[in-house]
């Protein structure tokens, strides 16, 4: 089969408007960090957000970054650049992309990990609580939408409000979500102190590239801005009074994103319609999908399966290598993979926690029952997994689930995940 029939996991899907824009930046020469297209998406942003002021980067980690250094010079207001969380205990969301984490380590935090709750595969409330037992100096928590199902905010902000903790929303993979609660309410992006959002390429928005600060404080929205674009103060020549960064969108990718950002209903109705068939399609085997909770509306960013533990045949995983046994009437993530993989579409696993990677192995981790390490052995012993993310990185996966996909598309993959479970 040719390459160019492959269904993605979610490729960026790109209609006229983009063309148009970027079309317009370049034949009036605006292809540089300003223009309208930037003024134009962050003026979008702000509105279909629910936010005063965006700030347009030049990616999702550029953004989290700069909440990071807002948050870090707020705790401390004397703190050095690099070193604003110096020493400072950061509570994260565990099972996410490490793009959430990583800006804690460049301003110098110590990133401890709360464990995922079953209902939304977000942070876990309970975990969040415990951790403030533990750790009651700490002060800032970053929080990420997993798969654009937003996290169990009202619990989340209610304790961070008793805390006196300050909220980091990663809301990179959770555009155009929403959430109903009672403590908080609103869109993706606009429930934290400080919020960002991706437009890279595989997001449900893309500029091929790209991120946004969300805020409705003017002075961290001018504060981010100047900082992104090396930190120039208004003088005749370039005046240098603090450190800066090279942070800005481009007027190009800004026009990908405006025409890109035209089309998110459509996008998310693409999405749901695709997580819908999946669950459709496999009410017969023993799996369930990435859930939600009632008062929160998805974006449908990506469809997961969990397998349900009787159904899992035995499967090791090493730091880059994996073993399975198949057995009949029963799968496991790495044999589904291979057998999409071979009707050539691409799935992933779930995000491998924090708490398991390398890079992150000395820092905390914390779950509903305490300190999360200390328990493992004894959960292991009664053959569990000793916390919530682990399980579901042990069970899950995520299904192709691009907007081009057809119906008989995705029908192949389904019939593909059901040949795992036959005899
Ligand atoms: C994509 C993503 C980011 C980073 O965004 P980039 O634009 O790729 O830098 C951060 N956090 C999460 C949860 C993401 O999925």
Redesign the pocket.
Same mark, same amino acid.
């Given at each position: 089969m040719a390459k160019t029939n492959k269904i993605w996991l979610s490729s960026p899907t790109i209609h006229e408007e983009e063309l148009q824009f970027v079309k317009e930046a370049i034949e009036s020469n605006w292809v540089s960090t300003v223009g309208a297209n930037i003024n134009e998406l962050e003026k979008m942003l702000a509105e279909s957000v629910g936010v005063k002021h965006a700030v347009a980067l030049s990616?999702?980690?550029? &953004?989290?970054h700069l909440c990071m250094k807002l948050a870090g010079e707020r705790l401390d207001p004397g703190a050095k650049p690099g070193q604003t969380l110096r020493h400072k205990t950061v509570f994260c969301s565990d099972m996410?992309?490490d793009?959430?984490v990583n800006p804690v380590l460049y301003e110098d935090g110590e990133p401890v990990f709360i464990d995922t709750e079953a209902d939304t595969w977000n942070m876990d409330p309970e975990a969040l609580e415990k951790a403030f037992e533990l750790y009651p100096e700490t002060k800032l928590v970053v929080v990420?939408?997993?798969y654009g199902v937003p996290a169990k905010m009202d619990e989340i902000v209610k304790i961070c409000r008793k805390h006196d903790a300050l909220i980091i929303e990663?809301a990179?993979?959770a555009l155009g979500a929403s959430y109903e609660g009672s403590t908080v309410s609103g869109m993706c992006g606009s429930l934290g102190d400080y919020m &960002?959002v991706?437009?890279?390429g595989?997001?449900i928005v893309t500029g091929s590239?790209?991120?946004m600060f969300l805020t409705d404080d003017i002075r961290d929205a001018d504060k981010v801005r100047k900082w992104s674009t090396q930190s120039r103060e208004d003088a005749p020549w370039y005046q240098h009074e603090e450190l800066g960064y090279n942070y800005r969108m481009s007027n190009i990718v800004a026009g990908i994103a405006r025409g890109n950002m035209l089309h998110l209903s459509e996008h998310i109705a693409q999405k749901k319609a695709i997580y819908e068939r999946y669950r459709e399609g496999f009410k017969d085997l023993p799996v369930s999908m990435n859930p939600f909770e009632t008062k929160a509306e998805p974006n449908y960013w990506l469809s997961c399966i969990l397998i349900d533990r009787e159904a899992m045949c035995r499967q090791v995983r090493g730091e880059r290598e994996y073993l399975y046994i198949s057995e009949p009437g029963r799968s496991c993530p790495q044999e589904i993979l291979e057998a999409i993989a071979a009707v050539n579409a691409e799935g992933r696993p779930i995000w491998k926690p924090m708490h398991m990677q390398p890079l992150y192995r000395m820092h905390g981790f914390v779950t509903a029952k305490g300190y999360g390490r200390a328990v493992s052995n004894a959960y292991i012993d009664e053959g569990e997994f000793p916390d919530v993310g682990a399980d579901i990185f042990e069970r899950g996966l995520c299904l192709p689930s691009d907007n081009k996909m057809t119906p008989e598309q995705q029908d192949t993959v389904i019939e593909a995940v059901k040949r795992c479970f036959g005899d």
């Open positions: 990616s999702g980690t550029a &953004a989290l996410t992309f793009a959430s990420a939408h997993l990663d990179a993979e &960002a991706s437009f890279n595989n997001k590239t790209g991120g």
